[in-house]
């Protein structure tokens, strides 16, 4: 059974930083894109970045751009978002979703649809 759990949120102040955790039970990276999804109070889900399951091609919202870095340990089978510079924006429940391609396409269009056994998420609150 495919699952994920992400950890890792928390309280911090504007500027700060945070690294968020996804770990994947009952499925191989090696044939899955991750994707790390946010939302905010009374907003949609959005898409925030993306690996592929070669771990050759990762996306990023352009909001987040030069602030976050995707990485994964596909051994371990963890997928982590780490968060710079940190703002008040950024404040939302964060997910971590699955989808089962081994095309790149689905990093590039990021979209929530084509990814699915999202975890619990993790609350991240950006405030002073």
């Known amino acids: 059974q495919l699952q994920l759990v992400e950890s890792g949120g928390g309280l911090v102040q504007p500027g700060g930083s945070l690294r968020l955790s996804c770990a994947a039970s009952g499925f191989t990276l090696d044939y899955y894109a991750i994707g790390w999804f946010r939302q905010a109070p009374g907003k949609e889900r959005e898409g925030v970045s993306c690996i592929s399951s070669s771990g050759g091609s990762i996306k990023y919202a352009d909001s987040v751009k030069g602030r976050f870095t995707i990485s994964r340990d596909v051994a371990r089978k963890m997928v982590y978002l780490q968060m710079n510079n940190l703002k008040p924006e950024d404040t939302a429940v964060y997910y971590c979703?699955?989808?089962?391609?081994?095309?790149?396409?689905?990093?590039?269009?990021?979209?929530?649809?084509?990814?699915?056994?999202w975890g619990q998420g993790t609350q991240v609150i950006v405030s002073s």
């Open positions: 979703g699955a989808a089962p391609t081994m095309s790149a396409y689905v990093c590039h269009l990021l979209s929530r649809s084509s990814f699915g056994s």
